[in-house]
Structures are given as structure tokens and as C-alpha cells.
């Protein structure tokens, strides 16, 4: 099968990632895999071999860090004639039966509808992200006005545009269905994140030496510092953690509210948190590996069924999860199906601290529970079972 995988950001094939693996794995499994994405730096527009895969990489305006909404907006719009252009022109011989893409920006689904009409080919949608519904919530815009009718609009366009729809979770296809009944005749099904197996090429505790934090009991955030994250719960929950003086909170990412996260910590002269800048993959692997627990932090305000990609890496190297969420998801009963961790809702400090407590001083139920997690990766989320998945569905049609 010839097939078109076309993405809004991915790192080098070479790299291991959500995309990236699923990519790899249908080169595996003998298809004729073709990737367009935009360029990761200032290389030329062009098809590139990364894992001995052909990947278009194009210039588009900066589309997403460093950059202001509204401008970020402008740039979606531009992306399309982008896109279609990089396509029609280092593509044009090709012939796709298969375009799988993900939800972001929602303007891809002018581009899908195009390619689609151009190769008379079907579309799997990776629908996880949606724009409009916590934009609202958390204020950005208005609910009746202009823009949220736009992106509606496109979201529902996107939607239209596909035969087949996988999403991570049984929550994300209610809440889909809930705002767009006549999605149900699009297969909708639960498709959960996936990746390899990491590898890690070095011991440990070399990475503890380096950051000064051996004999402790580490409790890592990794990821995004956006409104959407509310990190200040992380901050509220380390601060009521203090007297313990041996554990210590490990944040890494990147984000607009960075500078005023760390801001509060001088203030509040908080000593166990711990920031560091960002690090190559094998390292970050080799931190995370390392940790006892992996924090999930979401925003009370939240209005979609959000399940955190970070998942997967924490499920990944056994790694046990206590999570801060809002009561829109359904990533709760996600951890208790999977055995993989404690949660409890956005703002309730006190049950937020009991949980990480409880695993801190339970270390078989720490153990338990990071196995139970990386049970359910081997079992739902290898590429291999999303390859079977999208495979199953595609040839059922």
C-alpha cells in the first residue's frame, strides 16, 4: 500500500516518538511510506532519507514556538498553500492510497480534502487534539464569536474528511460524538498512543551525579508549561511536600509561563524543585528512567477528554504516575484500567500530596504499579498494535 503520513511536526525519523514509530512501522510491515512535515530548522524544502524513509520537509512560517496566537493563527492558513505546494511538486509522481494525519492545525483539512480528491485516496484521522473547546474554556475566545465559529467549522470539515478516526481514549470518541452524532459512521475507535521499547545507553546513576540528586526520591514533570498544564499545581503540591527533605521535584520543558513558574519557586524560596533546560533524548531517557514517579498536570478549566502523550514514556520505563487532572477527561479511569497510578482533581492539593505520599512510602505499591503500567504498554501501546489496529479497520471497510 502506498501511503502518505502528514504531520504539522516531527522530530528525525532517526528518533523515537508517537509519529515517528507509527511511521517506521508500517516501512516494516513492507508499505511504500512516504512523510510530509515541515522543516525542524533552516534546511532547504526538500525529500530527505531519515531511517531509510522518504520524508518531504518544507518551509512554512513559524508555526509553533516563538510566536504569538494570533500570528501562529495567520501562519496556519499559510501553511496550507504550503503544504499543498511542497506536495503537488516533490510528490508528484505518486500515487497514495492511505494519507494518515493528526488533528492539528485543523487546517489540515483543507489540505486532506485536496490531496484526497488529487490520489482518490482514504484518510485515517489520528484525532487527539482539538482547538476550539479549551480555547473557550480557558478564555482565549469567545464562545459565539467569529473565531470559534471558525475553527468549529474546520474541525468539522476535518472530521468529514475521513473514513476512519482512532482516538486514545473511549472518552475522546464520546465527547466527539457528542458535538458530531453523524461521526459515528466514520469508524470511530480507540487507537492509543504508541512507541518502541527505549533503550537506554548508559547506567543510571551517572545521570543522578550530574544533577547532585543521588539518595533522593525524584518525582519528574516533563513536557509542556502552558496554561493548559497549570503548573502551578505542581509548584502547590512540592511546596506542601517540603518537610520531606528527601524528595525532590524535577521539572523540564518548555513553555510561555517558564520565566513566572520559576519566579514563584525564588519567592517562595522553595529548595525541592529542581529545573532543568532541555536534553538530548537518551539523556532525558536516562533522568526519567531514573525517577520514582512521573507527574501529569492538568488545568481544572479543561474541556476536552485530554490523555497526555507523556503516558507512554512513563508507562514505557515502568514509571508510576500521580496525576492532577480536570473533570472533563476521562484519564482517571484510564490509570485504574491500567493499574498504572493515582490521580485526583486539579486544585485539591491535599489529595494531590497524599498520592505521591502514599506511593512514596509504599515502595511495593510503587513497584507494583510501575509494572502494571509497563504491563499495559506491551500489551496496547507497541506500534505493532496500532499498525493492527488502523490495518484491521482499513481492510474491514
Known amino acids: 500500500m502506498n501511503i502518505l503520513f502528514l504531520y504539522i511536526s516531527l522530530p528525525h525519523l532517526s528518533e523515537s516518538g508517537v509519529f515517528n514509530d507509527l511511521i517506521k512501522e508500517f516501512h516494516r510491515n513492507g ?8 522543516s525542524n530548522s533552516d534546511e532547504k524544502t526538500g525529500v530527505y532519507k531519515e531511517a531509510e524513509i522518504d520524508v518531504l520537509r518544507f518551509k512554512t512560517n513559524q508555526l509553533t514556538r516563538n510566536t504569538s496566537n494570533i ?14 505546494s511542497a506536495i503537488n511538486k516533490f510528490y508528484k509522481k505518486e ?3 492511505l494519507i494518515i494525519s493528526h488533528s492539528l492545525p485543523p487546517e489540515i483539512g483543507i489540505v486532506i480534502r485536496s490531496l484526497k480528491r488529487k490520489y482518490k485516496s482514504k484518510f485515517y484521522l489520528m484525532l487527539c487534539e482539538y482547538i476550539w473547546q479549551d480555547s473557550v474554556s480557558l478564555g482565549f475566545i469567545r464562545e459565539n464569536g467569529l473565531v470559534k465559529r471558525y475553527y468549529q467549522f474546520l474541525e468539522r470539515l476535518l472530521i468529514k474528511q475521513a473514513e476512519y478516526i482512532g482516538c486514545p481514549s473511549q472518552g475522546n470518541i464520546d465527547f466527539v460524538l457528542r458535538y458530531y452524532p453523524w461521526a459515528d459512521r466514520h469508524n470511530l475507535h480507540v487507537l492509543h498512543y504508541a512507541q518502541y521499547p527505549i533503550e537506554l545507553e548508559a547506567e543510571k546513576i551517572d545521570v543522578r551525579e550530574k544533577f547532585n540528586i543521588t539518595n533522593k526520591f525524584l518525582v519528574i514533570y516533563g513536557g509542556n508549561m502552558t496554561i493548559a498544564q497549570k503548573i502551578q499545581n505542581v509548584i502547590d503540591v512540592a511546596e506542601s511536600c517540603s518537610e520531606y527533605t ?11 509561563q517558564m520565566e513566572e513558574i520559576k519566579s514563584k519557586v525564588i519567592d517562595k524560596k522553595l529548595k525541592n524543585i529542581i529545573f532543568i533546560n532541555f536534553l538530548p533524548q ?28 507523556k503516558t507512554l514514556s512513563y508507562f514505557n520505563l515502568s514509571i508510576p504516575i500521580v496525576a492532577s487532572i480536570d473533570k472533563s477527561t476521562d484519564y482517571g479511569s484510564y490509570l485504574e484500567r491500567a493499574g498504572g497510578g493515582l490521580w485526583s482533581y486539579a486544585g ?8 505521591i505520599l502514599k506511593l512514596y512510602k509504599d515502595p511495593e505499591l510503587r513497584e507494583r504499579m510501575g509494572k502494571n503500567g509497563n504491563d499495559f504498554y506491551m500489551k496496547h501501546m507497541m506500534p505493532g498494535h496500532a499498525y493492527k489496529t488502523i490495518m484491521e479497520k482499513i481492510n474491514r471497510a
Open 348 to 355: 485539591d492539593t491535599i489529595k494531590f500530596r497524599d498520592n
Open 282 to 309: 537518551n539523556e532525558y531517557n536516562l533522568l526519567l528512567s531514573s525517577c520514582d514517579i512521573g507527574l501529569v498536570s492538568l488545568n481544572e478549566r479543561l474541556a476536552i477528554p485530554n490523555i497526555p502523550s
Open 95 to 97: 500515487k497514495f492510497d
Open 246 to 256: 528527601d524528595i525532590v521535584f524535577l521539572l523540564l520543558g518548555r513553555g510561555p
Open 31 to 38: 508499505h511504500n511510506v512516504k512523510v510530509a512535515t515541515p
Open 71 to 84: 500570528q501562529k493563527g495567520l501562519n496556519y492558513i499559510k501553511f496550507i498553500p504550503q503544504c499543498l
